[in-house]
């Protein structure tokens, strides 16, 4: 027993002494007395040069108000970890921003605030200014724990010198990439290969989704989500496109793959990597589906409070200063510059946004028509049993409708209700 609490003292002093530089900062008073001074934290899942510009914001923000503030960017790949750690030892930041679906699972622990309930009316008028698929992934029983910060989407790219009329349907995709195969020509997925965001616009367009509108029941196995994989996985078996990823980069450059679907970023990044092809490349609406939809996978992140903070009030007026267009487009234009090319995801924002107009009408109409993925407790845990179904289907040629049974009835058992 003595060892244990031992342990378990130490565990606490490592976990204070690592998360130290989370909490409030010390400085010298005019007498040269030590005093606390207020100061409200942000990280920011991206990029230091995101979180620089955030910054330079802030420290403008809140230069008035008697709080210094803090934005310290931290990565994708230790982010989730690094905030369940912070909350463990109970020394977390003011405002988070993360996954769109960290904050469902954060705010069920109590770790986070309810806008919805503490903002209400703020959140009714944010609501109406969101992309709707994109608003459903972050409420959750109506209950708001974070609003959409940015958004990123899946578009088709295709060659233009090579690809006479983007195909606007299944059935129009599926000509088309008989008669690229025979030219020794193909399709490739730089974002989404063999994986649930790739699988999901098939089963949106296909009429289908991931659970009923409850978020009670996983739907994976009903006849369209079935229609949709027998299509996706044709893709690869029947018509040509490569089950290894190859990047959206190399196959416009070459030609060899004049139709990739990816994430709106790469139009930045393709400019800068292949000048060669300028002009030689467009983008276009996914392929709509039986259902007549041409939806797409959205992905970005959302801000939220925590409930430790000593500056709620201060930190939700700052978010929805992040949340104005003109700021959203000083932010947009700052991230162009490093790749960083989340879209805002305030739609008032679009009609300023510095993006040349063929082009941002194709990225509205796509987020118009966009999904997010489900708001659902225990859904993180389940992509893997889809994923699992769509590679015995594609490799091994599993029979798609029982994979899809046994897929639902694993995420079934890790729902929770």
């Known amino acids: 027993m003595q060892k244990t609490k031992f ?8 976990l204070s002494v690592s998360l130290t530089g989370c909490g409030k900062q010390e400085s010298k008073a005019a007498g040269g007395q030590s005093k606390r001074q207020q100061e409200l934290l942000m990280w920011l899942v991206g990029s230091e040069s995101q979180a620089k510009a955030i910054q330079g914001i802030g420290d403008e923000f809140f230069k008035d108000k ?20 912070s909350m463990a030892g109970g020394v977390i930041p003011d405002i988070g921003t993360m996954g769109l679906t960290w904050g469902t699972k954060f705010g069920s622990l109590g770790a986070m605030v309810d806008l919805a309930e503490e903002f209400g009316e703020d959140i009714k008028v944010i609501k109406e200014k969101n992309f709707s698929g994109l608003w459903d992934t972050v409420e959750y029983k109506k209950r708001v724990y974070g609003i959409p910060f940015d958004l990123s989407l899946q578009i088709m790219f295709y060659r233009n010198d090579i690809i006479a009329k983007p195909p606007k349907t299944w059935g129009e995709l599926e000509d088309l990439l008989l008669d690229l195969k025979a030219r020794n020509k193909g399709m490739i997925f730089d974002w989404g290969s063999m994986s649930w965001i790739g699988y999901a616009p098939y089963l949106w367009q296909a009429g289908g989704d991931f659970y009923d509108p409850e978020g009670r029941k996983p739907t994976v196995d009903s006849e369209a989500a079935v229609e949709a994989l027998k299509f996706f996985s044709r893709l690869y078996t029947e018509l040509g496109v490569p089950k290894t990823r190859i990047p959206l ?6 030609g060899d793959f004049p139709l990739v679907i990816s994430g709106n970023w790469k139009i930045d990044g393709l400019r800068l990597t292949a000048p060669e092809i300028a002009g030689r490349w467009s983008i276009a609406l996914l392929p709509a589906g039986p259902t007549g939809a041409h939806t797409a996978f959205l992905g970005g992140r959302i801000m939220g409070i925590f409930n430790n903070s000593k500056h709620k009030k201060e930190a939700w007026e700052f978010i929805k200063f992040l949340f104005q267009p003109q700021t959203q487009v000083k932010l947009y234009s700052a991230a162009r510059a490093t790749q960083d090319s989340y879209l805002p995801s305030n739609i008032t924002t679009w009609g300023i946004l510095p993006i040349e107009e063929d082009f941002k009408q194709i990225l509205k109409l796509q987020a118009e028509d966009g999904k997010g993925p489900p708001s659902v407790l225990g859904w993180d845990k389940s992509t893997r049993f889809i994923e699992q179904a769509i590679q015995r289907v594609v490799l091994q040629g599993a029979d798609p409708e029982e994979e899809l049974s046994k897929a639902a009835r694993e995420m079934d058992r890790h729902i929770k209700r």
């Open 7 to 14: 342990m378990f003292w130490i565990l606490t002093f490592v």
């Open 66 to 85: 008697g709080i210094s503030f803090r934005c310290e960017a931290i990565s994708w790949g230790d982010a989730y970890t690094k905030y369940l750690t």
């Open 249 to 254: 980069e190399q196959g416009l450059r070459t």
